[in-house]
């Protein structure tokens, strides 16, 4: 069974950093394109930042990019988002997601972890 | 960016009835080289994570019940819930993935029981 969990969420101050971990199971995560999708309260699923299958692209929203970076370690099975000045509107549960086909880019989700929330606030 | 824009918001559907749900973008989703539409559906339940439904608009996601059906081509689409359970209780998200990476999601539609 294919299995995704996330961790490191949590309260920051305005301006902070956090480091989230997804740590993936039951499947060859080498081989697929792995994406952060973000939550916020009572707005839209946002897509935030995807790393290709042997890390050579990675790809992020705009009103992230600069501050925002997606890792992978495939030796361990996990992903990583490490997000820097952050701000309340970072304020959001993240998902992490595997795509349905192996690849480079995000296509559709197959398999979404539980969320991990991080809460910007003063 | 691709906008997708859900109708309606919610709607209340009687348990055994049909549902309906509308998702608009605001460009094309179709591609003529592989005559496919990008466009996928996901159900949020309460709680938990967005579970995939379908994907290329009208394939059922493994394990989706036949119930669930989708349609359409190019800017319109439909996710349609035949004979309600309680268990459809949920958000519905569409998701556009033709402008890959800058993938997209349309606000949800709220599914309640009347």
């Known amino acids: 069974e294919e299995q995704l969990l996330e961790s490191g969420g949590g309260l920051v101050h305005p301006g902070g950093s956090l480091k989230l971990s997804c740590a993936a199971s039951?499947?060859?995560?080498?081989?697929?394109?792995m994406t952060w999708v973000r939550q916020a309260p009572g707005k839209r699923l946002e897509w935030v930042s995807t790393?290709?299958?042997?890390?050579?692209?990675?790809y992020s929203v705009d009103s992230v990019k600069g501050r925002f970076t997606i890792s992978r370690d495939n030796s361990k099975a996990e992903v990583y988002l490490q997000m820097d000045r952050l701000s309340a509107e970072d304020t959001a549960i993240y998902y992490c997601a595997k795509d349905q086909y192996s690849g480079n880019k995000p296509y559709f989700f197959d398999s979404w972890g539980q969320g991990t929330l991080v809460l910007v606030s003063s | 960016d691709i906008v997708l824009t859900q109708s309606p918001d919610s709607l209340a559907v009687s348990l055994g009835e049909r549902a309906t749900i509308n998702c608009r973008s605001s460009?094309?989703?179709?591609?003529?080289?592989?005559?496919?539409?990008?466009l996928a559906w996901y159900q949020q339940k309460a709680g938990q994570p967005p579970k995939l439904l379908m994907y290329?608009?009208?394939t059922r996601a493994s394990g989706v019940p036949d119930r669930f059906s989708g349609s359409g081509s190019g800017t319109d689409f439909t996710l349609t819930v035949s004979g309600l359970q309680a268990e459809d209780v949920a958000v519905y998200f569409c998701q556009q993935y033709d402008t890959t990476p800058s993938i997209t999601f349309g606000q949800g539609t709220r599914l309640e029981i009347k």
């Open positions: 290329w608009a009208s």
């Open positions: 039951g499947f060859p995560i080498s081989n697929f394109a």
């Open positions: 460009q094309s989703v179709f591609r003529s080289s592989n005559n496919k539409s990008y």
């Open positions: 790393i290709s299958a042997a890390s050579i692209s990675t």
